[in-house]
């Protein structure tokens, strides 16, 4: 059985942990480590792939419906 990453799970030091320094390769890199370390698959339903892609799309399209209405989610005004 393979492992799904949780949204709150906690970063290993032993991998690394961005910084303002870390380019994109050296991130997906990190990223890709980690999931192989922790049994993740990298493609297929469930795998570190989809979960990117669906965390990069819901951001996307937040800050499009952002835009569009001129305020954050959940601001009073």
Known sequence: MTRTAGEHESVDPAVGTPSDTTTDKQLIAMLAGRARNEGLQLTGEGGL??????????SALEGEITDHVGYEKHDPA
Do not use: A, N, P
């Open 49 to 58: 792939l989809q979960q990117l892609t669906h965390r990069v799309l819901e």
